[in-house]
């Protein structure tokens, strides 16, 4: 049905999948007979482009692993070579190859040219898009007037790849992930990309998300490097080509499978972040719950709970590292429908804002039990690497002995404090635990990592 539904979508839909064939001029009489013109020669290219897809053999072909493709390539020369592109050589598509190819020594490096100048140059026509108007498509009238929609970005690779002696295809199907939290469990929208073949690998680059991103207020200019020869296992979770094959994976994604994926930002890839176990991006939740990442060392992680795209109040997740992995804790306030979002940045980023990175679809199951919020954790939980044992509910009941247990890497002392009473737990194996009768008010868990007494906050309970 899907791909019955595109090649509809190719004979009308003249802002998503157009082209013409190379050896057709049109000359402009009206914007009607003009968009009929090229809604005719799109569908030619598009035909050309399926044939010349399906006699290709991408399993055949696989590129090379990433950390290999990056020895290839002179990212800061390359980058600031096109940054330099004099006028001049702008003023045609041939004289525009020609710039971007000379200083490069192998194919990856041609690639990587015509990538940049694209990603910094061509702006996306949202106004088009928006009104599902017609783009400029052409590669002439793209150079000229350095505006396109997603069909027009890729149809621009092509067409300098193949001048440059490269072999490339434009790529169709869905994607979703670049528009704001509330549109992402919608359906997919259609898109276009590129797959290319250097030195007999083939490689996948999206100029378009290469070039931006979407908000409120419409395409922000900001390029970045993740739709640079992206890796096919997670370039999956965004975008889904219309042909399996185009997925340059080795087991092919069902479109259910795509469809039941988490919302995965390019961050969360960037950060080396990774799944630990087959992510459903619907959730069932009936108490507590708990996700798992693979997360390197100089990264941190946090979450937040959202319902009809507003933050809930309250503490209703907890994230915390243990060793390699990040596990992402939460609960639900009420019966309903959620978006559990997890953010992160770097740690070195002392006063960066957190991004986000990831999104489930968080529902209430049917034996749903009412749950007590998670304790308050403060910046330095993050930072140090602490890992709370128990307790896990945030209220806690005065004139009881609570067991607490918390794990401090590098902490020469730990203590609970409850209305400036101060208890100092025992270290036992890595972990400091005690037991505290408590008043009402609040206790909060304090360690000291240099000598003296100097203590930083780490987590925050009610005391009721």
Known sequence: MRVLYILLILSSCVFLFCGRPENVIIKS????EREEKIRY?????QQENRKKIDSLDFAAN???PPHEVMTRIRFELIDQYVSDIPPSAEKSLESLYSYLIKPARNDFERVRAIY????????YDIEASMRQEQSFIMPDDILSEKLAVCYGFSNLF?????????????IGGWA???????KIFVDENLHAWNAVKIENGWYLVDCTWGAGIFTNEGFVKQPVDFYFLTEPRKLIYTHFPEMSKCQLLTEIVTEDEFSRFPLVRDR????DIDFSENANGTIEVNGTDSLSFITPENVLLIARLKQDNQEVNGHWTLAQRRGNYYQVHFKLPEPGNFTLGIYGRKREQNNSLFSDLLWFNIKSGFSYQKSVRFPQTVESFQKR???????????LVSGQSWFFKIRAPEALRVAAVNNDEWTFLNENSGNWEGNVVLKPGKLVLYANYVVGNRFEGLVVYEVK
């Not at 009489?29 to 009607?32: I, W």
């Not at 940049?116 to 702006?123: H, M």
């Not at 969360?268 to 950060?271: Q, S």
């Open 41 to 45: 020669y799109g569908s030619i290219r």
């Open 158 to 170: 092509q067409h300098l790849c193949q001048l440059a002696g490269l072999e490339a295809v434009i």
């Open 268 to 271: 969360f890839f960037e950060y």
């Open 116 to 123: 940049r100048w694209i990603t910094t140059n061509i702006n």
């Open 385 to 395: 690497n602490v890992y709370l044992i128990s307790p896990l509910q945030g209220q």
């Open 176 to 182: 979703r992930g670049r528009t704001g939290v509330e």
């Open 62 to 64: 696989p590129g090379l």
């Open 29 to 32: 009489t009206s914007e009607k």
